[in-house]
């Protein structure tokens, strides 16, 4: 995508191409508009098209876009896996409508200077929000393409002081079975867990997401903060996120623990590493209709230029 | 025709007309979109489930018919039967041509490596099996043999639902559910199953008595 940038025209002036299509969506559909004006602030409903929940404030376009179709907001925020709502892939969108999101912090903890907690709203504030389309990967084989905003984990980490001991980055998601129903049933072990090593934590890609086509997430998908590393399967961008720990060593992770055949803790995106009951040379894009087929799986998602050094020398066959 | 018979026939129109439901829902969600962000996926699970319920549905005349001592159920047996396999071919259709895109190469990796689909694919055998001999020229053809093949049915079930099972990830509910009413269903036949077995330990043991090599029952109870 091409972004003319003349000189002294601020980035924040610039619109960016998904929230322009958002407007204009916004503007055909008068009724929509309507109701988006009548019902501002985080009340999710379930919708086609963005304009219900709170915009991001001061959304910054960013670099990074990949040069694809981005996935229609209803299929983005009506297919999640996110168990803690239910099993199906539909069940989230209704069981989460009602879900809390305020207050809500994030604690910060283990081998770190300062460890200390931190707001939502401040994150909201404190850091450039910054729009980002990514590549999404699912390691059921199926993918989208999706226009997150947030800003990199790396530069929030920092303020902790992580210290030398600090090797991995353990996150958790919310345990609360009052809000999130799933979570009185087994299933997984809950709360959920995923963890990065620092590297890949402090990666430029690696985004703590706060919103989706330009407004805050909606609640199936990971409301109000959640994990998105766009070269591994979908599994480890870890949805609602309540805690962040340093850790010496490789912290134990959800899906890992479940099936660790199955589940590595690395899931590098990776055509030539098959799932044990399915292939991941392909995936089949969402949104595509009946008669799309699937499309070849790149490897590391299609960011390998950017990622492949962080595991130079590394047996990717057996750190799946 | 006899009232009884002409029952059963309209009540076979209606059953022809009531199991091609889920069939004609499943194209109106398509023709609609409304299949959701991965329709191919929703098609391949919505014909599966369909499949294995009707499969279990079948499997459930006969224990149906014992405990009611309602003999007509029989009757309806065969186009249950027939409709597990027609939503297996849908099933199976759907993952050849719009899963995988009928590259012969993958279907084969899949069928041969992968547990799941080698199950689903002998369960579907067996009911294309089935369903070929299940005219009446075919059991008078077979005879004493089509009863035979036809128990291979309880294998398919057994098969269908495990082949569930091993494709799920987390959530077990479905396919436990499925399991537990296979393993209730094949408990009725537990019954006669141990008396044939009883029947032919006896057919043999005797055998074995007539030619000296065996001790008779009396003897053993000493």
């Known amino acids: 995508m091409l972004i003319r940038r003349a000189s002294g025209i601020r980035s924040s002036e610039i619109t960016s191409q998904s929230v322009y299509n958002q407007r204009r969506e916004f503007l055909k559909s008068g009724i929509y508009a309507f109701a988006g004006l009548a019902m501002p602030g985080l009340a999710l409903a379930l919708t086609d098209k963005p304009g219900k929940l709170k915009p991001i404030a001061n959304l910054h376009p960013g670099k990074y876009r990949v040069d694809a179709e981005v996935t229609d907001y209803k299929w983005i925020t009506t297919y999640n896996n996110f168990t803690e709502f239910g099993h199906g892939k539909s069940t989230p969108a209704k ?226 | 025709m006899s009232t009884a018979n002409k029952n059963i026939f309209i009540g076979k129109q209606l059953l022809f007309l009531l199991c091609l439901v889920p069939a004609l829902l499943l194209l109106w969600d398509a023709v609609q979109q409304q299949l959701g962000a991965n329709p191919v996926e929703a098609l391949l699970h919505r014909s599966g489930d369909w499949s294995i319920r009707l499969l279990l549905i079948t499997l459930a005349i006969s224990p149906l018919r014992k405990l009611t001592g309602r003999g007509w159920l029989l009757r309806y047996r065969r186009m249950l039967g027939l409709y597990a396999f027609f939503y297996a071919l849908l099933h199976f259709t759907v993952y050849l041509w719009l899963d995988r895109g009928l590259s012969w190469r993958e279907i084969s990796v899949d069928i041969l490596e992968r547990p799941y689909i080698t199950l689903g694919f002998v369960a579907f055998l067996i009911l294309l099996a089935l369903a070929v001999t299940s005219t009446r020229g075919m059991m008078r053809r077979l005879g004493k043999h089509w009863t035979a093949l036809h128990r291979w049915v309880y294998a398919a079930g057994l098969f269908g639902v495990i082949h569930f099972l091993w494709l799920v990830k987390a959530d077990y509910r479905e396919p436990g559910v499925y399991m537990a009413i296979f393993i209730i269903l094949m408990l009725f036949r537990a019954e006669s199953f141990k008396k044939r077995l009883q029947g032919a330990f006896a057919l043999y043991s005797g055998k074995m008595q007539r030619m000296g090599l065996a001790p008779s029952r009396s003897q053993l109870s000493e």
């Open chain 1, 95 to 320: 069981t989460a409508r009602k879900f809390k999101t305020r207050p809500w912090t994030v604690k910060v903890d283990g081998e770190c200077e300062n460890p200390g907690k931190i707001d939502i709203d401040d994150l909201l504030s404190v850091f450039t929000q910054e729009e980002r389309i990514y590549r999404f990967r699912c390691v059921e084989a199926w993918s989208m393409v999706v226009p997150w905003v947030g800003f990199p984990l790396g530069d929030l980490l920092k303020r902790f002081k992580p210290t030398s001991k600090a090797k991995y980055v353990l996150f958790e998601t919310l345990h609360d079975p009052k809000r999130m129903p799933n979570q009185r049933y087994p299933g997984l072990d809950w709360p959920y867990r995923e963890g990065l090593r620092m590297d890949e934590a402090m990666h430029p890609l690696t985004i703590l997401s706060t919103g989706l086509y330009g407004e805050v997430l909606p609640n199936q998908n990971g409301a109000p903060l959640r994990l998105v590393v766009p070269w591994k399967y979908g599994f480890k961008s870890i949805k609602s996120i309540v805690k962040i720990s340093f850790s010496e060593k490789q912290p134990p992770t959800t899906w890992n623990g479940k099936a660790p055949d199955e589940y590595g803790f690395f899931a590098n995106v990776n055509p030539k590493v098959d799932h044990p009951r399915w292939s991941q040379a392909k995936h089949r894009v969402l949104g595509g209709g009946i008669f799309s087929g699937r499309e070849k799986t790149r490897m590391f998602n299609g960011y390998a230029d950017e990622v492949a050094s962080l595991y130079r020398g590394m047996n990717l066959k057996k750190n799946f």
